[in-house]
């Protein structure tokens, strides 16, 4: 098992940029592919980035890309999620969520493929 813990959320103007981070404790990270999701008010959870448990394959969704990378650093068990060009519609609550694979270079992009979940950092982008 493992416990995930986002941090690196806050207030931000429109334009601007924020890093988030997720820490992994437990099992190595390493055994986990990893994904960032959202849910703003009113609105379903949403999809964001996910990354392969070696880091080699990313993959994002269309509201995201071009200005959010998703990346890893598996001696520090955290993923990272850094986002540019951050627009009001930005604003969220944004989850990391992990799911242990056997694949090296298997990402996944739904919500029910990930059993691990961190408890949410706040992103609030302002005009």
């Known amino acids: 098992q493992v416990q995930l813990v986002e941090s690196g959320g806050g207030l931000v103007q429109a334009g601007g940029s924020l890093r988030l981070s997720c820490a992994a404790s437990g099992r190595t990270s390493s055994s986990y592919a990893m994904g960032w999701f959202r849910q703003g008010p009113g609105k379903e959870r949403e999809f964001l980035a996910t990354?392969?448990?070696?880091?080699?394959?990313?993959y994002y969704a269309d509201s995201v890309k071009g200005r959010f990378t998703i990346s890893r650093d598996n001696a520090k068990n955290t993923v990272y999620l850094q986002m540019n060009s951050l627009k009001a519609e930005d604003t969220a609550v944004y989850y990391c969520?992990?799911?242990?694979?056997?694949?090296?270079?298997?990402?996944?992009?739904?919500?029910?493929?990930?059993?691990?979940w961190g408890q949410g950092t706040q992103v609030t982008v302002s005009f």
């Open positions: 990354i392969s448990r070696s880091g080699g394959r990313a």
């Open positions: 969520a992990a799911r242990r694979s056997i694949y090296s270079d298997t990402y996944y992009y739904t919500s029910s493929d990930y059993a691990y």
